[in-house]
């Protein structure tokens, strides 16, 4: 095979030396030349020099003109290849010339250790770093790798768990190198992608990654990625675990960093071929945490308790000093039923902010804005990790979160309200000292403190397998069986999950996706349930199935002491359909609702007491209603925004300033 036409070309592979990069190894500039073998091997080299993204697409063409070269003449594909080659080379080029100088702040743990970190990132594919929170783990290690000329070749990849993270950490890091946010720091959420040409480090959400690798089976963009928050253990995290585990051996050139707070950092490190971990201790303001228990132990006036609790702390906080107050409550209905209660007992001074996941990012990004009122922030777990509020002075911390958990033996999953573990509560900690000194309220003992687990379940260990198997799919991530996952779940929670998918027609006898399938692994609920809201669109009954799915979601409301199960089954008759306990279901809903519409909420609390019905439960049905409900609503399978069954919410409010006056036994402020 003699590629003759290069010569007759008279192509100028004459190259242009760039600035040698660091992260290729240095070669000489292609000599001008006449023997097209050597043309083609300039060529190639000069691939070399080219963006990430371009190489492969680069060899390709390359080879294929050469396979053909020996028959035609390849003068046009070659003169417009040598070109598209030089394009990418100086754009290359013009990047390093363009790369960010960082400077560090002084006194973060992680700038001390600098030095130590980029030696560990040069030598080795995969580098561990665990560190304490607010060590600079987040927003060091980018600059760090930018020093390395990482971000060059490729971009530097950077994911975090939620998007009201990925941007705001994308907001400090352009900061801190003195350029405008979307240029040389972008980030890229569900909501919009703000990466420009010029950007060499892009935030974005652990699902975005995700999504990407369905059209960058490579993720050829990337010459780094850094996957931050690795500890938290999701689905996505754990889906890039294993993908990231697959795809190195075949993109040497691909460096990943994983952070993690200081937990099992060896798991990590075993995953990857025991990568090097450092840890780096020490933060730089230090966190005072009170332990103040609420009062109540009765779980039916639980809400009640933790409403006192929590205006209790901000006063105390507030005893202290100025400074804005981080909230965690476990869902958007204690945020607004908290919101209510502080409107109520605080001055009109104080601005109360809600911070959750549905949110609209610029509803998210207010907790950012400056302010000259003092400021409440109620947050879901959304700001349990890597955010930085800078006015946050103090964190109350009721100790709980509302997880999805699956049960084996009921075959659901079910949202249930837990303490968080100790990991959890020290990141939610760790929300306040970042600028200044800090006082963490923990509505909860030392001792049940001591007594929660150390870490958060990984979310595979709480989520139906089935669900699992699913997304696995529709990722095509391949067999659940080969994946290498960092824990692999359990052999026979992996056949039952099967099993259910089968049943549901979720897939075919050969195991493949249906298009029944596709359409639920779009469905972020329990496959099952799932199943049941792609029926009812189907057959017009929506409405329905939404308040019995929700039911099926939470615990049963109604109860049955043992020693008063005639009364409570008499209670209950009244609810009862003799053909279909989902019927009963409905017949229970709508006697709640109505009871709703006109009772005050201590009289609800009071009636659903004597008929042996939980009141707290009644209420997590109603939210688990609602969420699923907008759920179907925005993703076009339902109607309207207004369902016959949409719980009226005016009865629904806390206690009002009179009744809690006279539950504490007088007015405050
Ligand atoms: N937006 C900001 N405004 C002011 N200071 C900030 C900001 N972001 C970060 N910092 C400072 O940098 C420090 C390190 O923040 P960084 O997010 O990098 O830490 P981290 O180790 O990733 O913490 P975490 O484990 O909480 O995610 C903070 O404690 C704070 O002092
Ligand atoms: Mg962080």
Known sequence: MRPQSVRETGLNLQFELVTPDPTVSASPPPPRVDDPREA???????????????????????????????????????????????????????????????????????????????????????????????????????????????????LIGHTQPRRIAARSVAARVAQELNTPLGQAVGYKVRFGDHVSRDTYVKLMTDGILLAETQGDRFLEQYDTIILDEAHERSLNIDFLLGYLKQLLPRRPDLKLIITSATIDPQGFSRHFDNAPVIEVSGRTYPVEVRYRPPGSDDPEEEDVAFQDAILSAVDEVWREGPGDVLVFLPGEREIKETAESLRKHHPPGVEVLPLYARLSPEDQMKVFAPHGRPRVVLSTNVAETSLTVPGIKYVIDPGTARLNRYSPRTKVQRLHVEPVSQASADQRKGRCGRVS???????????????????????????????????MKALRLGEVQDFPFLEPPDYRAVRDGFATLHELGAIDANNALTSLGAALARLPVDPRIGRMVLAARDEGAMDEVLVIAAALTVQDPRERPMDKQDAADAAHTKFKVETSDFLGY????????????????????????????SYVRLREWNEVHQQLHSLVTEMGLHHSGM??????????????NAQRARRRGGARH
């Open 643 to 656: 369902s016959n069954y949409q719980a009226p919410m005016s009865n629904q409010a806390p206690m009002t």
């Open 40 to 154: 083609l091997r300039a060529l190639r080299q000069a691939i070399e020099q080219t963006m990430l993204v371009d190489q492969h697409r680069f060899r390709s063409r390359l080879r294929g003109i050469e396979r053909v070269a020996h028959q035609r003449a390849v003068d046009a594909p070659l003169s417009k290849l040598g070109d598209d080659v030089e394009r990418s080379r100086s754009r290359r080029a013009q990047r390093l010339a363009n790369l960010p100088k960082p400077a560090y702040p002084e006194n973060l743990p992680v700038v001390e250790k600098r030095h130590d970190i980029a030696d560990a990132i040069k030598h080795n594919q995969v580098l561990i770093l665990a560190g304490e929170t607010g060590s600079g783990k987040t927003t060091q290690l980018p600059k760090i790798c930018l020093e390395l000329g990482r971000g060059v070749a490729g």
């Open 437 to 471: 000194a800090g006082i963490c309220v923990r509505l909860y003992s030392e001792e049940s403190y001591a007594a929660r687990p150390r870490f958060t379940d990984p979310e595979i260990l709480r989520t139906n397998l089935a669900s699992v198997i699913l997304q």
């Open 586 to 613: 409905l017949k229970l809903w709508d006697w709640y609702h109505e009871q709703a519409r006109h009772l005050s909420q201590n009289k609800l609390r009071k009636l659903c007491q004597e008929n042996f019905l």
